[in-house]
């Protein structure tokens, strides 16, 4: 199916423009002394021209890091610095010298870095400290890439900030100004002042093309300063802010900064409550400028249908785009299919997300408020003052009317396994019953057994995925589970993990196969499925080589890839 034939081949292509790179990825290395770290300080030291050194997916103390900084102190051609995930069990304590030695031994070198990425450890403000003096060294002159993802940094994004801005100061006047392109920072509880900090920061460099700080606590005060730096930065392709709280307040500037960016691919506002008249400064702009937009997320953002028309129609002038996510909003049944009949018109009907968690418009919320108030009026002998009390456990009281919970099913007429396939959405999946997993094997029958039929059942379940409900998470396992077990008992494994990486978009396959536009889902189900037991652990390394691998669809998905790997690295 695939364009590869077998793991060894897959395994081959992962090399990079052919970088020298020394990896002890994932192999879950406990070096606490020198002489632990033996087998990678030998690996460093004959390895001529090593310009990468991988680390992640071990443990690395105090006295086996100064033995590796030893090591690299005779590689002055050494660039990427990939040391995530690298003192797992360690006390906060012993992370900073450990950092500090780490960094002296690149320094001694002369080494220019390219990428440093220290993402995935706890170290908090402490490790900022431990990497300051390397950070306004010239070996940070030339950095690129800047990952510092789950850090825990806080306040350390103040000092963060400052040592890039004294970077680019001194590099300007040694006549090679810092050029970072790529900031990533996510859940590290950055908050207002490190979002400050850090946008005059951005502001100053100028060069910056991805800029990630999902899930930090900033409001519409630290995202208006941030607004500021992003409208300087003319060669910004990816911006992903999500899960931070902009309100109109901080949506309409930042909506007024991207307008004139003519780079800009990726758009992460989701779950950033921008709410309508944030919506509404965003389609504004977004009609006018953004040309290569190619992604826009706006779920869960609190916004009603007439906004959500209006981000809809902004899309006309898209040519590239791929994702439009409006799910989780309040839209309602009528506004999702306009928004679907304008996407359809404008030729974009397969870039709409799935709007299966649509919170529904104002106006149906009102109907079944009064649905409900004439089961209140036929009551006897109730206190007006008082309310209803239900004794139906499916019933709420909501003033003096009683209104449904929100778990109760949206469906209330039978739904088969067939209108799932052919429609799916998380309530219809739910609405199969317990018995959905064997609905949907008997709906594919024979078929099952293609990995072409079956993977794209796979896809279609994991793609109603929603992590923050348990209920629906738990039916698509079970769907998921069912489908991989028949593929993995019946077909070749390496053939059905090759069709799971066409999807995904990470090889090319026979059939032009159009990737699913956001694999975050994907990922997911495939993090609990790799931990079961009827999943071949010989593909385990498939998997791993084309995750590490740089890809601009799957590495928006933060989260979603490093709970993938990590389950992988613990098999």
């Given at each position: 199916?695939?364009?590869?034939s077998?793991?060894?081949?897959?395994?081959?292509?992962?090399?990079?423009?052919?970088?020298?790179?020394?990896s002890?990825?994932?192999?879950?290395?406990?070096l606490?002394?020198a002489?632990?770290?033996?087998?990678v300080?030998?690996?460093i030291?004959?390895?001529?021209?090593m310009?990468?050194?991988?680390?992640?997916?071990?443990t690395?103390g105090?006295?086996?890091?100064?033995?590796?900084?030893k090591s690299?102190?005779?590689?002055?051609?050494?660039?990427?610095?990939?040391?995530?995930?690298m003192?797992?069990?360690?006390?906060?304590?012993?992370i900073?010298?450990?950092?500090?030695?780490?960094?002296?031994?690149?320094?001694?070198?002369?080494?220019?870095?390219?990428?440093?990425?220290?993402?995935d450890?706890?170290?908090?403000?402490?490790?900022?400290?431990?990497?300051?003096?390397l950070?306004?060294?010239?070996?940070?002159?030339t950095?690129?890439?800047?990952?510092f993802?789950?850090?825990?940094?806080?306040?350390g994004g103040?000092l963060?900030?400052e040592?890039?801005?004294?970077?680019?100061e001194?590099?300007?006047?040694a006549?090679?100004?810092?050029?970072?392109?790529?900031?990533?920072?996510?859940?590290?509880?950055?908050?207002n002042?490190?979002?400050?900090?850090?946008?005059?920061?951005?502001?100053?460099?100028?060069?910056?093309?991805?800029?990630?700080?999902?899930?930090n606590?900033i409001?519409?005060?630290?995202?208006?300063?941030?607004?500021?730096?992003v409208?300087?930065?003319?060669?910004?392709?990816i911006l992903?802010?999500?899960?931070n709280?902009?309100?109109?307040?901080?949506?309409?500037?930042?909506?007024?900064?991207?307008?004139?960016?003519?780079?800009?691919?990726v758009?992460?506002?989701?779950?950033?409550?921008?709410?309508?008249?944030g919506?509404?400064?965003?389609?504004?702009?977004?009609?006018?400028?953004?040309?290569?937009l190619?992604?826009?997320?706006?779920a869960?953002?609190?916004?009603?249908?007439?906004?959500?028309?209006?981000v809809?129609?902004?899309m006309?002038?898209?040519?590239?785009?791929?994702?439009?996510?409006l799910?989780?909003?309040?839209?309602?049944?009528?506004?999702?299919?306009?928004?679907?009949?304008?996407?359809?018109a404008?030729?974009?009907?397969?870039a709409?997300?799935?709007?299966?968690?649509?919170?529904?418009?104002?106006?149906?919320e009102?109907?079944d408020?009064?649905?409900?108030?004439d089961?209140?009026?036929d009551?006897?002998?109730?206190?007006?003052k008082?309310?209803?009390?239900?004794?139906?456990?499916?019933l709420?009281?909501?003033?003096?009317?009683?209104?449904?919970?929100?778990?109760?099913?949206?469906?209330?007429?039978?739904?088969?396994?067939?209108?799932?396939?052919?429609?799916?959405?998380?309530?219809?999946?739910?609405?199969?019953?317990?018995?959905r997993?064997?609905?949907?094997?008997?709906?594919?029958?024979?078929?099952?057994?293609?990995?072409?039929?079956?993977?794209?059942?796979?896809?279609?379940?994991?793609?109603?995925?929603?992590?923050?409900?348990n209920?629906?998470?738990?039916?698509?396992?079970?769907?998921?589970?069912?489908?991989?077990?028949?593929?993995?008992?019946?077909?070749?494994a390496?053939?059905v993990?090759?069709?799971?990486?066409?999807?995904?978009?990470?090889?090319?396959?026979e059939?032009?196969?159009?990737?699913?536009?956001?694999p975050s889902?994907?990922?997911?189900?495939?993090?609990?499925?790799?931990?079961?037991h009827?999943?071949?652990?010989?593909?385990?390394?498939i998997?791993q080589?084309?995750?590490?691998?740089?890809?601009?669809?799957?590495d928006?998905?933060?989260?979603?890839?490093?709970?993938?790997l990590?389950?992988?690295?613990q098999?």
């Amino acid at each position: 199916m695939a364009d590869v034939s077998g793991v060894t081949e897959l395994l081959a292509k992962t090399s990079v423009d052919q970088l020298i790179e020394v990896s002890f990825s994932g192999k879950g290395l406990k070096l606490n002394s020198a002489e632990d770290a033996k087998e990678v300080v030998a690996a460093i030291k004959t390895c001529d021209g090593m310009q990468s050194l991988k680390l992640n997916g071990n443990t690395v103390g105090v006295e086996a890091a100064k033995a590796l900084a030893k090591s690299l102190e005779s590689k002055p051609e050494f660039q990427r610095a990939r040391w995530s995930d690298m003192f797992t069990g360690r006390l906060r304590a012993e992370i900073p010298p450990a950092l500090t030695s780490l960094g002296a031994g690149i320094m001694t070198a002369g080494a220019h870095l390219v990428e440093l990425d220290l993402s995935d450890n706890a170290f908090g403000p402490d490790g900022v400290k431990a990497v300051r003096e390397l950070l306004e060294s010239t070996s940070c002159y030339t950095l690129s890439e800047m990952r510092f993802n789950n850090n825990g940094l806080g306040i350390g994004g103040k000092l963060m900030a400052e040592a890039l801005i004294t970077c680019h100061e001194k590099s300007t006047k040694a006549g090679k100004p810092l050029a970072l392109k790529v900031f990533i920072a996510g859940r590290n509880r950055l908050e207002n002042p490190g979002a400050i900090a850090l946008a005059k920061a951005f502001k100053t460099i100028g060069t910056l093309e991805e800029i990630a700080m999902p899930q930090n606590g900033i409001n519409h005060e630290g995202v208006t300063a941030l607004a500021e730096a992003v409208e300087h930065s003319h060669n910004l392709k990816i911006l992903n802010l999500n899960d931070n709280t902009f309100t109109a307040k901080g949506a309409i500037p930042m909506a007024k900064a991207v307008k004139n960016l003519k780079k800009l691919e990726v758009i992460n506002f989701g779950d950033c409550l921008v709410r309508s008249e944030g919506a509404d400064a965003i389609a504004d702009s977004l009609r006018e400028g953004v040309p290569n937009l190619k992604e826009l997320n706006l779920a869960f953002g609190e916004i009603k249908s007439e906004s959500a028309v209006r981000v809809a129609e902004s899309m006309d002038t898209k040519p590239h785009l791929k994702l439009l996510d409006l799910n989780g909003n309040s839209i309602g049944e009528e506004g999702i299919e306009l928004i679907q009949g304008i996407m359809d018109a404008n030729n974009h009907a397969d870039a709409l997300g799935t709007m299966s968690d649509d919170e529904g418009s104002d106006e149906e919320e009102d109907d079944d408020d009064d649905e409900y108030e004439d089961v209140e009026d036929d009551e006897d002998g109730e206190d007006e003052k008082g309310g209803l009390e239900s004794k139906d456990p499916h019933l709420q009281i909501k003033g003096t009317a009683i209104s449904p919970r929100r778990e109760e099913p949206k469906y209330m007429i039978p739904v088969t396994a067939a209108d799932f396939l052919a429609f799916p959405t998380a309530d219809k999946l739910q609405a199969l019953g317990n018995q959905r997993a064997e609905k949907i094997l008997q709906e594919l029958g024979d078929e099952v057994y293609e990995e072409s039929a079956g993977i794209k059942a796979f896809v279609k379940i994991s793609s109603v995925m929603d992590q923050k409900n348990n209920n629906v998470k738990n039916a698509v396992y079970q769907c998921a589970d069912a489908i991989l077990k028949k593929l993995f008992d019946k077909c070749k494994a390496e053939t059905v993990v090759n069709s799971v990486l066409v999807h995904l978009g990470l090889i090319k396959g026979e059939e032009k196969l159009k990737p699913v536009g956001d694999p975050s889902g994907m990922l997911l189900t495939l993090e609990h499925a790799v931990k079961q037991h009827y999943y071949p652990k010989s593909t385990v390394q498939i998997f791993q080589a084309f995750l590490l691998k740089p890809d601009n669809r799957i590495d928006r998905c933060v989260k979603e890839k490093h709970l993938l790997l990590q389950a992988l690295f613990q098999i």
